[in-house]
């Protein structure tokens, strides 16, 4: 497979996904790839709720 990339289209989308990782706290940044070009940079972020205690209640029985 060639190496030839064009540094502008590298330094193009590792900026967005530098962008993206800063822009959150949790979560995660995928980086999706066709016939060796980066097509596609998606980031899915969590909410992590505080370490409370959270009461569930027990199921019912039948």
């Known amino acids: 497979m060639s190496q030839n990339i064009a540094e502008s289209d590298t330094e193009s989308w590792v900026e967005i996904v530098r962008q993206k990782v800063g822009a959150m706290r949790f979560g ?9 070009r980066v097509t596609q940079v998606e980031s899915t972020e969590k909410t992590r709720l505080p370490d409370a205690v959270v009461s569930v209640p027990a199921p019912r029985k039948k």
């Open 28 to 36: 995660s940044v995928q980086i999706i790839v066709h016939e060796g």
